[in-house]
């Protein structure tokens, strides 16, 4: 089987996603090997999905949260209507729009972004065994993944090797860590 | 091509159902009598209802106003959630129709032509052939690489903009997007390959050189 640029551009997407048929993904990895074009097109749209996929791009308003939570504790209030309930739910909301009072105030928004999420993301097990491209950025939990870029330079190292060298989590394969 | 280790079997799905498994328990709590738990189980996924409503309605004020409803509505439906979906998904969904249903009294207010039928159906042709190798996470730690990136999404018409933000913004299935937004899944496809492709063509010239050269790399080297 043997693919053109505009067939390699129609499919690129699912591509991506992994969801094309063996046949079809034999015939376009030949096509990358030849074409600079489909490539480039290739590695920008990988390229994408990491940057919009990652935990930074959730920019919310200054105040969301709070704002959020006392909206909710008038609600959750009424729902409930017993004096220990409403207690409850005051003193949530008066928690959580302190720890974000303190969140704000540090200094770089990914430390910001990340605190907030720290609580709730499993950090990657320091021992997983995962895969980088020779000259990635993002590190893979398995050496199938769509996103790597080049797969004939891939090599498998441990997670706490992967973070130290600066590799992040990929944002797809390693979705429940990121 | 020599055959490489996954991670161990195992690992990664054990801690899926840990996770899983403690937020069906908050779920039931929820239901069954102790509202005030609600805070716990929403928490993980606040911003991302805000993602999801901000997608459609791009203005601050309204998609906050509608997120704040979606999650309230959520409370108040608690049980009507099944659980053969995600949590995530079900928040997501509620918070999807209830960014629409304020889009469509805006547009009719307006009463502003709607695109939403709009090609889905012409070929999209790339436009842009520039080299681009894997660009690091960290460039988002500037701002203006947020706002261009942000930016870029914004300008897409609402129909590749959900389809988008769902998908690889919330990293949605290409199912539950399509269910989430009561599509096709061969519509999610066609709308995200050429959602994908038109940000690709914005972006290039910005992601794939000078902005991401001026970074400098903390390993040592500079790819491109
Ligand atoms: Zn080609
Ligand atoms: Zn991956």
Redesign the interface.
Same mark, same amino acid.
């Given at each position: 089987m043997v693919v053109e640029c505009?067939h390699v551009? @129609?499919e %690129?997407?699912?591509y991506?996603?992994d969801?094309v048929d063996p046949a079809l993904r034999a015939a376009m990895e030949e096509h990358f090997k030849e074409c !600079?074009?489909c490539t480039? %097109?290739l590695? /920008?749209?990988?390229?994408?999905?990491?940057?919009? +996929?990652?935990d930074?791009? #959730?920019? *919310? &308003?200054l105040g969301? /949260?709070q704002?959020?939570?006392r909206?909710?504790a008038g609600? %959750?209030g009424k729902?409930?209507r017993t004096f220990i /309930?409403w207690m409850?739910?005051t003193a949530?909301g008066i928690f %959580?729009a302190g720890s974000y009072e303190l969140a704000r105030s540090a200094t770089? $928004? @990914?430390d910001n972004l990340r605190s907030?999420?720290a609580? #709730?993301?499993?950090p990657v &097990?320091p021992d997983?065994? *995962? *895969?980088v491209?020779d000259? +990635? !950025? *993002?590190f893979h /939990?398995?050496?199938?993944c769509p996103f790597i870029?080049d !797969? $004939?330079k891939?090599k498998?190292l441990l997670a706490r090797e992967a973070v130290q060298? +600066?590799y $992040?989590p990929c944002? @797809?394969c390693m !979705?429940?860590y990121v | 091509m020599p055959s490489l280790p996954g991670p161990p079997p195992g690992t990664t799905a054990q801690l899926t159902e840990s996770d899983s498994s403690d937020e069906a328990r908050l779920i039931v709590r929820v239901r069954d009598g102790e509202p005030e738990l609600f805070y716990e189980l929403i928490r993980p996924y606040e911003r991302r209802v805000y993602a999801a409503t901000f997608a459609i309605l791009r203005n601050p004020a309204n998609a906050e106003d509608a997120a704040q409803e979606a999650l309230l509505k959520a409370l108040k439906h608690i049980r009507q959630f099944r659980a053969e979906s995600r949590f995530s998904t079900w928040l997501i969904q509620i918070a999807v129709n209830e960014a629409r249903m304020r889009k469509r009294k805006e547009n009719s207010d307006r009463t502003e032509p709607i695109t939403q039928n709009a090609d889905d159906q012409g070929e999209y042709k790339p436009r842009d052939f520039a080299d681009w190798r894997e660009i690091p996470s960290e460039v988002l730690e500037r701002k203006e690489v947020r706002e261009k990136l942000s930016g870029a999404l914004t300008s897409l018409s609402q129909i590749y903009r959900e389809v988008f933000v769902l998908r690889d913004v919330q990293q949605l299935s290409i199912e539950e997007t399509s269910k989430a937004l009561g599509i096709s899944t061969a519509s999610v496809k066609t709308r995200l390959l050429r959602a994908r492709l038109m940000l690709r063509d914005m972006l290039a010239p910005g992601l794939g050189g000078q902005w991401s050269s001026k970074f400098s790399f903390s390993k040592g080297e500079k790819p491109w």
């Open positions: 505009d551009w @129609r %690129i997407s699912n991506v996603d969801d !600079k074009h480039a %097109i590695d /920008g749209a990988r390229n994408l999905v990491q940057l919009y +996929g990652d930074r791009m #959730f920019e *919310v &308003p969301y /949260g704002r959020l939570h909206r909710l609600n %959750i729902s409930r /309930g409850v739910a949530a %959580i770089s $928004t @990914r907030e999420l609580h #709730f993301s499993a &097990p997983l065994m *995962v *895969v491209a000259d +990635g !950025k *993002v /939990g398995a050496a199938a870029h !797969k $004939t891939v498998s060298q +600066g $992040t944002v @797809r !979705k429940q | -």
